[in-house]
């Protein structure tokens, strides 16, 4: 893996925005930065890359948002989340680099389209009062897709914004469920080779842009509306998830 002015170019924005997204700004964009990265590098390298800046922003916000989540969401969430960690590792040795990318690519486009369909009104969440069953399933596919692509955010967040929770709430639940996650996932990605000496040396270089980014996260979640972030975070995620589904297909 070369760390050369490309590499830098295109994973230092991409980081600040996972960062600010992970901080509370964003509504669940924090994996934009693998289909970026994943333009350059190998999906393998791309996932290794990411687990442990993600892991440091998880630190970094347990504080501000510390006993603010809903624990009943938390347990079935987590649990649910633990078992689709085990089952992606399990198949993951079964995937070739062009499946990664076109998992990864489908992932990145299809989040657009459904923050899209939601703000258009097209796709309407009916309000649902806590169901635990409802909860393990949704944190089982998290659980999976966040060990594929870092994508766990969107089944989370279907199952928590049908409850109509606040924002801080919801962050909060998210932050503790993924820090248990993404720390469960460092096992197995060792085993499976997915973490390098070249990605944890690129990891360092890139992790006060993590920091950085995670705590303007935190300060804009309290005092800014996110069209603006969204708008650049979709641009990006739809041209990035597009080029790897076509370079995984073809």
């Known amino acids: 893996m070369e760390t050369d002015l490309?590499?830098?170019?295109?994973a230092v924005p991409a980081v600040m925005i996972a960062g600010i997204s992970k901080g509370g700004f964003g509504g669940g964009a924090?994996?934009?930065?693998?289909p970026i990265l994943a333009l350059q590098l190998e999906p393998a390298q791309a996932i290794g890359l990411m687990l442990p800046l993600?892991?440091?922003a998880d630190l970094t916000t347990l504080k501000p948002y510390w006993r603010q989540w809903d624990m009943?969401?938390?347990?079935?969430?987590?649990?649910?989340?633990?078992?689709?960690?085990?089952?992606?590792?399990?198949?993951y040795q079964l995937a070739n680099p062009d499946i990664l990318r076109v998992l990864i690519g489908a992932i990145s486009v299809g989040f657009v389209l459904y923050q899209l369909s939601r703000a258009r009104g097209w796709l309407k969440i009916d309000d649902r009062p806590f169901d635990a069953r409802m909860g393990l399933f949704a944190g089982c596919v998290a659980g999976f897709t966040s060990?594929?692509?870092?994508?766990g955010g969107p089944p989370a967040a279907m199952f928590l914004l049908s409850q109509k929770i606040g924002k801080t709430t919801y962050q909060a639940t998210t932050?503790?469920?993924?820090?248990?996650?993404n720390g469960a996932k460092a096992i197995p990605y060792a085993f499976?080779?997915?973490?390098?000496?070249?990605?944890?040396r690129a990891d360092l270089m890139l992790a006060p842009v993590m920091f950085i980014g995670t705590m303007i996260g935190v300060y804009l979640h309290r005092i800014m509306p996110e069209r603006l972030f969204f708008g650049v975070t979709y641009v990006l995620l739809t041209g990035a998830g597009s080029k790897l589904l076509i370079d995984g297909l073809t």
């Open 175 to 181: 932050v503790l469920v993924f820090w248990v996650i």
């Open 147 to 151: 060990f594929i692509s870092h994508a």
């Open 30 to 34: 924090a994996f934009v930065a693998t």
């Open 54 to 56: 993600l892991m440091l």
């Open 72 to 91: 009943p969401n938390v347990k079935v969430l987590m649990g649910g989340g633990l078992v689709g960690v085990a089952v992606a590792s399990l198949l």
């Open 6 to 10: 490309t590499f830098f170019l295109l």
């Open 192 to 200: 499976l080779g997915i973490f390098t000496w070249d990605t944890l």
